[in-house]
């Protein structure tokens, strides 16, 4: 289809961007020996896995549903799985569809012993925690923050490895550079030491922003190749964001322009609320295309009745009428995966923009998908 052709609201994913940043970790692959996978949390837009299986080793999960998805529609690739605490009944459906499996506690990987011992061609992890915070403000997304659950304290570390336990992994950057990983590997290299000696596999986890301009991925290849080189081990790192940065737009149309005392404010068929809801988790204010720092200002807000389900105030460069539309930028993580129908809002569709240039309505929503989550 045409572009005009699209509805509102949309998340479209450009091909063409996806490619270039794949080719990028590509690149990391190759030169470092590093394997990466696709945080699936990030990302889960299986029409693309495909490509997505053709430049990475495979994907990672936060939970069964991720898990099988990735078994279905990457196929071939590796799977990996990390989850605060398993289910027992999900155990067995794990083991058969993962090759790799993190515990968070000494306690879980006590519990599910004996599946682990069922299934020794899957490979174990354990979860640390370097007790090493790089970030500052956003105290929900730093697993190093005082009170973390997310992974094993060393003073919590049993002084030898249990035999099934060949890897260890840490997650602790958001969108961050080089630098902070490679102080967070000199903390893990000075404390945990002892436990690199008898691991064959290390996951660095997720939050590298590796596709950001200018990031450091020369830093990045070199450190993989030294730990590789002294350590021997399989090095992996599992982003999310980093795979489909800048990939996604969401486009969306005035419904209606209120006078809102102050300035005007906009009321658009597409919600922070419902599809962005990073929005207001972060909180952040994504980018619009076509804003203009020096037009006048507007508030972009959602037809739910949220009060603060506003997205935030953008300069314009020419006055709003019913009818057009707007485009936010950096819609592809975090959204799709993330969105909901609160307020009995529709999801948006979700549309790939080919690299032809062709726009292929991947999946359109309807009632249903409301109702059925509901009884
Ligand atoms: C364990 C783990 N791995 C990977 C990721 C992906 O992070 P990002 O999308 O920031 O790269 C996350 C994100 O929260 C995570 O918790």
Do not use: W
């Not at 045409?2 to 490619?19: F, Q």
Request: with cysteine.
């Amino acid at each position: 289809m045409r572009y005009d052709e699209i509805r509102t609201p949309s998340y479209i994913v450009s091909e063409k961007t996806l490619r270039k940043n794949l080719e990028i970790l590509k690149y990391v692959e190759e030169a470092s020996g590093a394997r990466i996978l696709l945080a699936q949390k990030a990302f889960s837009m299986f029409r693309v896995y495909p490509l997505i299986g053709k430049y990475l080793s495979g994907t990672t999960s936060s939970g069964i549903f991720e898990a099988r998805l990735a078994h279905e529609e990457m196929k071939g690739r590796e799977n990996h799985v990390f989850e605060p605490a398993y289910k027992d009944d999900e155990m067995e459906e794990i083991f058969k569809i993962c090759d790799h499996v993190y515990f968070n506690s000494m306690s879980q990987f006590e519990r599910h012993l004996p599946v682990i011992r069922k299934h020794s061609d899957v490979k174990v992890a354990l979860r640390i925690n370097p007790e090493f915070s790089t970030q500052e403000g956003h105290e929900i997304y730093d697993p190093c923050s005082p009170s973390s659950r997310l992974g094993i304290r060393l003073k919590d570390m049993p002084e030898k490895l249990p035999s099934e336990v060949t890897g260890l992994h840490f997650h602790t950057l958001c969108e961050q550079g080089f630098e902070p990983l490679c102080k967070t590997f000199s903390i893990v290299e000075k404390n945990f030491k002892e436990y690199l000696k008898q691991i064959k596999f290390i996951n660095l986890g997720g939050g590298h922003h590796i596709t950001k301009e200018g990031y450091d991925v020369e830093g990045l290849i070199k450190l993989v190749r030294y730990i590789r080189q002294e350590y021997g081990l399989e090095v992996y790192l599992e982003p999310g964001e980093a795979i489909a940065l800048d990939a996604g737009t969401l486009v969306t149309e005035v419904m209606d322009i209120v006078d809102t005392g102050d300035i005007k404010t906009l009321i658009l068929d597409a919600s922070a609320a419902c599809h962005m809801p990073d929005v207001l988790e972060m909180p952040y204010t994504p980018p619009l295309i076509d804003y203009d720092d020096d037009g006048v200002k507007y508030r972009l807000a959602s037809r739910t009745c949220l009060a603060g389900d506003v997205i935030g105030v953008y300069g314009l460069k020419k006055a709003p009428s019913v009818g057009d539309r707007l485009t936010f930028g950096d819609m592809a993580i975090y959204s799709m995966v993330k969105n909901n129908t609160f307020n009995g809002m529709p999801l948006p569709d979700i549309v790939l923009e080919k690299e032809d240039g062709d726009f292929e309505l991947v999946r359109r929503f309807d009632y249903s998908d409301f109702k059925e989550r509901l009884s």
